[in-house]
């Protein structure tokens, strides 16, 4: 998902501590369950004025994370973007890249929070409707590979060195559609099948090389992390059949090359994005692959009226701060029930972001925070009750 942003980030520095130990293997009886925010625009929105009101410590002002951890959340998800210098926005040249999300993702880890970084492989937002090649990077498949792989290998190390070892690393943030336009560009109902794999040679390519970059990190003293795959839609069984099959037949890229199946799952976007769906595809890719699931991107609205306001898919659920904690707990069931303890995350998209509230639907607002603007350039976000959504399960 991606959305504007108005406010502009400061770089803090950084420090120094242990490394956080990475989570069972999974495959145990009682695997590690990610319960995570991507709290990626934090530092940007308290740069632009932004605090936190703890409505349960009466509304004692408090860090985002330190309200949403005490709601359950022990780990955070946090994109990087490779050279976001380009004029996308104005306001954000600087934000996502190392030397934001570095910073960012160290005051989280020093507070006992696992990391999952979420490479976009672009200078901007990469999602299904877009995947840009960073500006600077060759225009040359070969190229475009060999840098990709120093690329991940590089940041891995950056991350290292800074005493943070990341428990989960996404090789490219939803590529349905491929990743780094358009070398690694993919369709996904090519017809017919060998066509298909032919059209997913590239992004193949391009994705081991991503993989490599990892390998070369770990044989050099970074601590592995677990390697996902993050594809949208997860509650589209076919969708997600055709295009893992696709792209292992290229022969490029093995089903041992990626550890976990990462997915998004919105209400918004299709009235078949349902509960039994997403079971459904879970269910079945479990026990095709053989490999964790986790349901990396979601939301719920408490507001969402209006002439434009979407169908939602699961319309019995309310729209309500309530109805928020129903959805994400029906998720976390959903994982939760795949077979052989397979399921072990959900992630729940951008809880905090008070100027954005909608988060790219048409809702009014899927936040867990109440902004007020009264008192504008601060704007203070009042926790609601479904931060603690994560709570106890």
């Keep these: 998902m991606w959305i504007i942003n108005v406010f502009v980030a400061a770089l803090p520095l950084l420090a120094t501590a242990a490394p956080s130990p990475n989570p069972p293997s999974y495959g145990g009886s009682k695997p590690f369950f990610y319960k995570g925010h991507d709290l990626s625009s934090l530092k940007i929105l308290e740069d632009g004025g932004a605090v936190f009101a703890d409505t349960q410590r009466g509304n004692k002002t408090r860090p985002a994370e330190d309200i949403l951890g005490d709601g359950g959340m022990n780990v955070v998800r946090l994109r990087l973007w490779v050279n976001p210098k380009a004029p996308y926005d104005g306001s954000y040249t600087e934000s996502y890249g190392l030397n934001y999300t570095l910073p960012l993702a160290k005051r989280f880890h020093d507070k006992g929070y696992k ?158 994005a349902t509960l039994a769906n997403l079971k459904t595809s879970l269910t079945t890719l479990a026990k095709k692959y053989n490999k964790p699931m986790q349901v990396v991107e979601t939301d719920w609205p408490n507001l969402c009226d209006g002439p434009d306001a979407p169908d939602l898919s699961e319309p019995s659920i309310p729209v309500s701060v309530a109805g928020q904690t129903q959805w994400v707990h029906d998720i976390i069931n959903v994982v939760k029930g795949v077979p052989k303890n397979l399921g072990q995350g959900v992630h729940y998209w951008e809880p905090a972001w008070l100027n954005n509230t909608g988060l790219g639907s048409a809702c009014n607002s899927a936040i867990l925070f109440a902004p007020d603007w009264s008192q504008y350039p601060k704007v203070t976000g009042y926790s609601q009750a479904s931060m603690n959504m994560f709570k106890g399960v």
């Design 115 to 272: 990391i999952y970084l979420d490479y976009h492989f672009s200078d901007y937002w990469a999602d299904p409707s877009k995947q840009a090649s960073p500006v600077e990077w060759p225009t040359s498949l070969r190229p475009l590979a060999s840098t990709l792989r120093n690329y991940v290998s590089s940041t891995l190390f950056d991350f290292h060195k800074a005493g943070i070892d990341l428990a989960l690393v996404s090789l490219g943030n939803e590529i349905r559609h491929g990743m780094l336009w358009p070398y690694g560009q993919v369709d996904v109902d090519i017809q017919p099948a060998s066509a298909r794999v032919t059209n997913y040679t590239n992004l193949a390519t391009l994705w081991a090389a991503a993989r490599d970059g990892v390998r070369d990190a770990v044989a050099h003293g970074v601590q592995k992390p677990q390697v996902m795959i993050h594809i949208d839609n997860g509650w589209n069984l076919t969708l997600q059949e055709t295009w893992f099959s696709s792209l292992t037949a290229t022969g490029k890229v093995k089903t041992s090359d990626w550890d976990v199946f990462g997915f998004s799952m919105y209400p918004f976007y299709g009235v078949d």
